[in-house]
């Protein structure tokens, strides 16, 4: 084990959509044990519902959300300001910042390398320790059986320049810029699916570890005791990328084979690393069509009205999460989660509203965030979801939501 740095170590935790990011690091959180960790959360869309998930453990941690913005393009501001401050705090071990599901990883981690204009990088405030990807097994399974039968040019479709990428794309990139790939969902994939995921990320990132798991149920040693991260080695670790350096020293020569193989040494030569555009908030949306919007009510679904939409299938939609109301149960917190086609129902706690009235709570005990989202007389009880997808239809769903209401009086 290598020895512990004095400034904060950081574990970034990437992943694609409802990979299982929030889930893990909730399950690392509740391993804290009086250990002084702190979280910065970021999510796609304009609410943070990771944010809230992670604050639900009680694990003595300062959670940290980030919300507006993704954390590699708009809002890298942001968190290498919350990054600072809590290392200028000095009360911190050890500091996870949990991605959102479009981040790039190689963005994040060149804001702890590279400089910026006035000569300061967060690594000189931190020290990046490993650059976990989460993926969801039975998602990737489903895209490697994909590239395998993409044989015919409408499987295989070319993507002209500036147009959007598909989001295959972005998982692939999360796996190559990682220390450690977490292959979750285990439950949900079958063995074959695990075993060819697991070649492939090999074959994308030789030098990753990997770990296969169910609900992010890892230690929490394996995210904080050992230090990963090489700059030279994380940002290179891309088979491709070793694969280019080979060629240039004259080692492959035909760009092929050698460098992918396990134990493959790092060229000595300058990393070719891609460099990262910093063209602003619609990046994602310019890159690869995705686009998310809200939707809040202040009046209660029908349950079995907004399952039947639901399981319906929304056209391109990707992900849906947070927080609902439903008439059927009016004093709990339900939460929906929506990701790799499948959707899950969960009741958190009641909602303040609900303890108030039961006289387990008064107005004082409200924590910030529910007092500022307070409307009289139903107090915090909303709809709060968010939705993210390609080419969705916003108003034809915004319209099948508002019909799945319980009607105004
Ligand atoms: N069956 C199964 N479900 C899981 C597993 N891990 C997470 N889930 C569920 O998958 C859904 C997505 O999990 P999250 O932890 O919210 O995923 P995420 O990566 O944080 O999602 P985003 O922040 O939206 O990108 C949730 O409904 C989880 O309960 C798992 O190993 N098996």
Not at 285 to 292: P, T, V, Y
Not at 332 to 349: C, H, K, P, Q
Not at 362 to 375: E, N, Q
Request: charged fraction near 25%.
């Amino acid at each position: 084990m290598e020895s512990k740095h004095e400034r904060p170590g950081v574990t970034i935790l990437s992943g694609f959509l409802g990979a299982g990011k929030t889930t893990m690091l909730r399950h690392v959180l509740a391993q804290a044990e009086g250990r002084r960790w702190a979280a910065v959360v970021n999510d796609v869309a304009a609410m943070n519902i990771d944010g809230a998930m992670v604050e639900t453990v009680n694990s003595g941690a300062e959670v940290v959300q980030l919300e507006n913005g993704c954390v590699c393009c708009s809002n890298r501001d942001d968190l290498g300001e919350s990054l600072a401050r809590l290392a200028a705090e000095g009360s911190f071990d050890h500091i996870f910042v949990e991605a959102s599901g479009v981040a790039e990883p190689r963005a994040l981690a060149q804001l702890f390398v590279q400089k910026n204009p006035f000569g300061r990088s967060l690594g000189d405030f931190t020290a990046l320790a490993n650059l976990v990807t989460v993926v969801d097994v039975a998602v990737l399974a489903e895209q490697v059986r994909d590239m395998r039968e993409g044989t015919s040019a409408a499987n295989n479709p070319a993507v002209m320049p500036g147009a959007p990428r598909p989001l295959v794309e972005l998982m692939l990139e999360q796996i190559e810029c990682a220390d450690l790939v977490v292959l979750n969902q285990c439950d949900r994939a079958a063995a074959d699916d695990r075993v060819a995921v697991s070649a492939l990320v090999t074959g994308l990132n030789a030098r990753a570890q990997i770990i296969e798991t169910e609900r992010g149920q890892v230690p929490s040693e394996v995210l904080v005791d050992r230090v990963r991260f090489d700059a030279m080695e994380t940002l290179g670790g891309a088979a491709w990328i070793k694969t280019l350096n080979a060629v240039a020293d004259g080692v492959v020569a035909n760009g092929v084979g050698g460098a992918n193989e396990p134990g493959a040494r790092a060229s000595s030569r300058p990393t070719v690393v891609r460099s990262v555009p910093t063209d602003g908030p619609a990046r994602h949306e310019a890159r690869f069509g995705l686009r998310s919007f809200v939707y809040q009510a202040r009046r209660p679904f029908r349950r079995d009205d907004l399952k039947a939409l639901v399981e319906s299938g929304l056209p391109g939609l990707v992900r849906a999460k947070g927080f609902l109301w439903l008439a059927e149960a009016p004093d709990e917190m339900g939460f929906l989660s929506v990701a790799g086609g499948i959707s899950r129902w969960d009741t958190l706690n009641p909602w303040w509203a609900a303890m108030i009235e039961a006289g387990r709570a008064t107005r004082d005990d409200l924590p910030p965030g529910v007092r500022a989202a307070w409307v009289e007389p139903k107090g915090d009880r909303r709809q709060e979801l968010v939705f993210i997808g390609v080419a969705l239809d916003e108003p034809a769903i915004r319209a099948k939501l508002d019909a799945a209401l319980v009607p105004a009086d």
